[in-house]
């Protein structure tokens, strides 16, 4: 078939590779010079199952209230709130009831576990060398949080999936350079999860769909989807229409303006967050890996040559405008950390992301309902750990075969 993919972030590009694999003809159309120049340009890096859960969840909105007056919050709204993020915060809500929540989680690890089954696959396929790390662990500065994440344990538990409590002293043997002044009660330890740079993988996804055949058009806004022909594209600057034998809609935050012409109200919103990466001078100071501060809900993590910190969730205010509060906790959390770890006199990256959010936290992969429109999109806060088990999905479904894993509830279907 002749597949037009819109949308070059690790969810298109990842989409592309598998469809090129199929052996279609695809197109990618970007409207930036280059691959995963939106979300997924410098997010943590974090794959880790386990951790894939919805945001929407039980306790969790008295959670953020106290959160919005705390001076280094993990979650911010800020002005000015659209009536479209007035809507998304009652779905949200109505999805933090514990059965919405428990299905919804269900969902999203399953899928999860299934993707980094793929990513492991594709890397092991390309037989590509990325910039990577072993295991994960969660910091855990005192009893609260300890108390906090038994839930969490019992459900990594329920999913058989590895992890050990250990001892501030056993999470400094494995990240040696963690701060010794810091109070660190315990941590989690999750040796099968794992830091990888999502946008070096997906420069490496891109070449090796081009490699399949698959064309990737740049600087090529697609201006808007036709109702009347919803498999045509119409492109910014291009006197007519292109047409496909099916189209599939990646384009992250942007795919709720482009869908809702064609009728489909999709309750998609931008969360933003932040990440800092910095030049790391000296390895012996930097982690190995990766760690989650579960307090302030901030990740630092290594990428090759680099210290990422990320971390912040904020709903409304402007996408071009940075909230130096919230930077200044990254920076926090890092000197907690890691004092030593980056240089920061110079070269320091800050970067402002929008994660592409539904409110009960599975993404929307399949069918539109429209002919020949799929999607594969909203995949909120976990788009690198989710991209490669998504994309097989929505190939397998194109072809009119069952995938892997069992898709209810990640369609459309559960909008109504
Ligand atoms: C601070 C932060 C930390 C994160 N950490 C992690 C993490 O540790 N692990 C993890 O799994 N996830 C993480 N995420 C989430 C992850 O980055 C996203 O879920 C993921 O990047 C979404 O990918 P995407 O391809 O759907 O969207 P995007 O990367 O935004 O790609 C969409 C693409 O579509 C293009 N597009 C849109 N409209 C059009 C149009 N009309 N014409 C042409 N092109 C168009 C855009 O230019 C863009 O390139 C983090 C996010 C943030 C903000």
């Known amino acids: 078939m002749r597949i037009a993919v819109l949308g070059a ?30 979300a997924s340009f410098a997010n943590a890096g974090v794959v880790a199952p386990g951790y894939v859960t919805p945001w929407a969840a039980p306790g969790m909105p008295g959670k953020v209230i106290r959160h919005l007056l705390a001076r280094h919050a993990p979650v911010r709204l ?18 933090c009831e514990p059965g919405a929540y428990a299905a919804n989680r269900t969902r999203l690890q399953r899928l999860a576990l299934y993707s980094r089954q793929q990513l492991h696959q594709v890397s092991a396929d390309l037989a590509c060398d990325f910039e990577r790390s072993d295991g994960y662990l969660v910091l855990l500065r005192g009893e609260q949080e300890r108390r906090l994440v038994q839930p969490g344990l019992a459900l990594l ?49 891109r070449d090796a769909a081009q490699a399949l055949g698959a064309r990737f058009c740049f600087n090529t806004p697609v201006a808007r989807l036709d109702p009347a022909a919803p498999a045509t594209l119409e492109l910014a600057g291009e006197p007519a229409p292109q047409g496909f034998d099916a189209i599939v809609l990646c384009a992250g935050v942007q795919s709720a ?24 001078p000296e390895p012996l100071h930097a982690p190995r890996s990766g760690v989650m501060d579960e307090r302030h809900k901030v990740a630092i993590t290594r990428i090759g040559q680099r210290v990422r910190v990320a971390g912040s969730a904020e709903l409304g205010g402007r996408a071009e ?18 004092p030593a770890a980056a240089r920061l006199s110079a070269g320091v990256q800050v970067w402002k992301g929008a994660r592409p959010m539904l409110p009960d936290g599975p993404p929307s992969i399949g069918a539109s309902g429209i ?12 788009g690198w750990a989710l991209a490669c088990g998504s994309a097989r999905v929505l190939a397998d479904q194109i072809a009119g075969q069952a995938p892997a894993i069992d898709t209810e509830g990640l369609g459309l279907a559960r909008y109504g």
């Open 9 to 38: 972030g690790i969810v298109g590009v990842s989409t592309a590779y598998e469809l090129a694999i199929d052996s279609h003809q695809v197109t990618v159309f970007e409207r930036h010079a280059m691959v995963a120049e939106a």
């Open 157 to 205: 538990r329920e999913l058989g999936l590895a992890f050990h409590e250990i001892s501030g002293d056993e999470a400094r043997q494995i990240e040696p350079a963690l701060h010794p002044d810091t109070p660190l009660a315990a941590a989690i330890h999750l040796p099968q999860d794992e830091v990888g740079n999502c946008r070096q993988f997906a420069v490496i996804l």
């Open 371 to 382: 002919p020949g429109l799929w999607l594969n999109l909203g995949h909120g806060s976990s």
């Open 321 to 338: 405008a940075i909230n130096p509060g919230a930077v200044r906790t990254l920076y926090k959390v890092l000197h907690d950390w890691y």
């Open 257 to 280: 303006a482009l869908l809702r012409p064609l009728g489909i109200r999709l309750p998609l919103r931008p969360v933003y967050g932040y990440s800092i990466s910095a030049p790391i």
């Open 78 to 95: 800020l002005r000015p709130l659209a009536a479209t993020d007035l809507g998304w915060m009652r779905r949200w809500l109505r999805a």
